[in-house]
């Protein structure tokens, strides 16, 4: 990262953090606490400085398999939706939890891809962090993987692209991305197990070289970067994704 980019974050007041499933659990299952709460006291450091900071968080759905004792990721749909909804109330009360011993309070947001192409969904999505940011409460926001999933394969069986058991769950890389434009964030923050972008997916070529600075994401830049996380539905390419549509947008990456 270039010193002017530094510091167009550093002094970036509205900011939006995602963490993907690989930086909340380990191999998608056991929770990474340390890292998590690791996490909140940064976020809490920046909060008491009088910045605006949003959480997109996934792991809903590792929790819940923790939760119901199955350590392998679901692959129906209805087990994929139910661990998401036994998950998803332990990780809001996680977040609580280690937020409220800093004295800050969260609110959870859930949301579908329907709400983010909706225009007066939208606005109301807007309204409703921009009243919360202003009440000093930090956003905890995360796709509605218990419903939001059906409506994607709704929409894929009317275009006849895919079954069922092919579909993965939402894309919080994707979600964030749109949440931070939706806001009009300084700066969107992708938290990953991974320690950069690479020349080639270092998970398939030993030799592949991180790339210190990135100055534009391109399809060939993401094409190479194919290969999710383990326990998600991200991976690098997805980030690189969301990270281009932001910028794109005007927000800091």
Do not use: W
């Not at 994929?80 to 800093?102: P, T």
């Not at 891809?113 to 009440?135: P, S």
């Not at 993965?168 to 979600?175: K, M």
């Not at 949440?179 to 972008?197: E, F, I, K, R, T």
Request: aromatic letters at 2%.
């Amino acid at each position: 990262m270039s010193p002017p980019q530094r510091a167009e974050l550093a002094a970036a007041r509205r900011i939006v953090v995602k963490l993907g499933t690989a930086v909340v659990t380990h191999d998608g299952f056991e929770l990474a606490l340390g890292r998590l709460y690791g996490v909140v006291e940064e976020l809490g450091r920046l909060h008491a400085e009088g910045r605006s900071v949003m959480l997109v968080s996934s792991g809903a759905v590792g929790m819940g398999q923790r939760a119901l004792g199955r350590r392998e990721r679901p692959r129906s749909l209805g087990l994929r939706q139910a661990c998401a909804a036994v998950g998803q109330g332990q990780l809001i009360a996680l977040y609580s939890q280690a937020f409220n011993l800093l004295g800050v309070q969260v609110a959870q947001v859930l949301l579908t891809q329907a709400d983010l192409a909706d225009r007066d969904r939208l606005l109301c999505l807007r309204t409703t962090l921009t009243r919360l940011i202003e009440l000093g409460v930090v956003p905890v926001l995360n796709e509605n993987d218990s419903v939001s999933v059906r409506e994607l394969i709704e929409h894929r069986r009317r275009e006849g692209e895919a079954d069922v058991d092919e579909l993965p769950f939402g894309d919080n890389d994707g979600l964030s991305a749109r949440v931070a434009l939706s806001v009009d964030a300084d700066a969107l923050v992708l938290l990953s197990d991974v320690d950069g972008v690479y020349t080639d997916n270092p998970n398939l070529d030993p030799g592949a070289l991180r790339i210190g600075l990135v100055p534009e994401i391109d399809d060939a830049m993401v094409a190479r970067a194919r290969g999710g996380s383990a326990g998600g539905t991200g991976g690098m390419a997805s980030k690189l994704s969301a990270a281009r549509e932001a910028a794109e947008g005007g927000t800091a990456v």
